[in-house]
């Protein structure tokens, strides 16, 4: 474990702390989230996807996304689209509100997206990708990169081609997450093509895909040599896995919350949903956070069995600290 390092990575002008990087997840990295994986080290983390052409036609649910707070930064703005001026008049947008870099969604395979010719879409379509990344390099006085996948369909692997393409227009960094468009989220992520990308190009690469626990981001350095890792789905509900990655390489044995620490956590959380949805918003929100939080707990089928009618802080706390002092009393949780 110890070749691999998580020390600062430099992506344009702009340096972060250290390779480890929260991917954007449309109705996951909200503000309350990235605050909440701020807290353990994460050197970098993403909105969700938002539409460029919300941004432009000034929407308020759109500029919403926007939204940040100066204990997150560096923060990344990931916005989708597929007409470049459109996109880099996004990207102006996107830098007043204070992005630290734009990051360009080209990845994306939900049908909404690609209807419009964005997200993934983009990946049939070279000569657009051109002109959006040269567009939006040319305004965008942050860092820009973009986030790609393996290509349209695995008879036609294009990551290498796409990121070269998009290297000569100008981007400071390219994530890959190697999983074809139809692919959506099935299979495994193919990490030899983030090595192949990596070893094509110049800017720096970063990878994404299936790391699910703190000694696979050393994997994915070690077998890709790429020079960051993204994670997605393995910090929801376990935002500590930065903190247990970092201290993985310092060589100190890894370690969970305890309950009570996980229950402040909890709290933080629906603190800073409250501030910005509201606290019955908020609630319905920590639903699936819940479940995600207490994933793998023992004892936990009454607990899930009444998330579904928290309304309030007020409940929450009540079903929380009952089922927690439960654990507590049973010494499952250790
Ligand atoms: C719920 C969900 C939402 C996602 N939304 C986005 C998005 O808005 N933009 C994007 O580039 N990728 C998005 N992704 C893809 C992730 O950023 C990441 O590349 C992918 O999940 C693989 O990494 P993981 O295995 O660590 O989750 C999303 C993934 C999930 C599961």
């Known amino acids: ?15 972060l702390k250290n390779r480890l990087i929260m991917a954007p997840m449309a109705g996951i990295t909200n503000l309350p989230f990235r605050l909440i994986v701020k807290k353990y080290g994460v050197g ?66 939900a049908r909404k997206v690609l209807k419009i010719g964005a997200g993934g879409a983009l990946l049939q379509t070279p000569e657009k990708i051109k002109k959006i990344v040269s567009a939006v390099k040319e305004v965008c006085h942050v860092p820009l990169t973009v986030k790609i996948r393996a290509g349209w369909s695995s008879d036609k692997p294009v990551a290498l081609e796409i990121a070269r393409i998009i290297e000569d227009c100008g981007a400071d960094a390219i994530t890959i997450h190697p999983r074809y468009i139809t692919q959506g989220f099935s299979g ?23 790391i699910s ?26 935002p500590w896995i930065f903190k247990q990655i970092l201290d993985l390489e310092k060589g100190l044995k890894i370690e969970r919350p305890g309950l009570d620490e996980l229950r402040d956590l909890i709290m933080e959380h629906f ?8 606290e019955n918003r908020a609630a319905r929100m920590m639903r699936g956070l819940l479940i995600s939080y207490t994933k793998g707990l023992a004892c936990s089928s009454n607990f899930r069995g009444n998330i579904s009618s928290i309304e309030d802080l007020d409940t929450l706390i009540l079903y929380l600290d009952h089922y927690f002092s439960r654990l507590k009393e049973t010494g499952f949780y250790n």
């Not at 020390?7 to 340096?15: A, D, N, P």
């Not at 940040?68 to 990207?91: N, T």
């Not at 110049?202 to 895909?209: D, E, H, L």
Request: contains cysteine; aromatic residues 4%.
């Open 1 to 15: 474990m110890k070749d691999a390092q998580f020390l600062m990575l430099k992506i344009g002008s702009l340096i």
């Open 188 to 210: 495994t992520a193919d990490w030899k093509i983030i090595a192949e990308v990596k070893r094509g190009l110049k800017i720096p690469c970063i990878g994404s895909g299936d």
């Open 271 to 278: 603190r800073f949903l409250s501030l910005l949805k509201g």
């Open 44 to 109: 970098l983390v993403t909105t969700e996807m938002i539409s460029a052409r919300g941004l432009t036609l000034a929407q308020k649910k759109t500029l919403e996304y926007l939204k940040s707070d100066p204990g997150e930064k560096p923060l990344a703005v990931q916005i989708f689209g597929s007409e470049p001026s459109v996109m880099s008049d996004a990207a102006v947008i996107a830098v007043e509100a204070g992005a630290s870099i734009v990051d360009i969604n080209m990845g994306c395979p």
């Open 213 to 238: 626990t703190p000694a696979l981001a050393f994997e994915m350095i070690r077998e890709t040599a790429c020079d960051g890792v993204m994670i997605g789905r393995g910090a929801i509900g376990n």
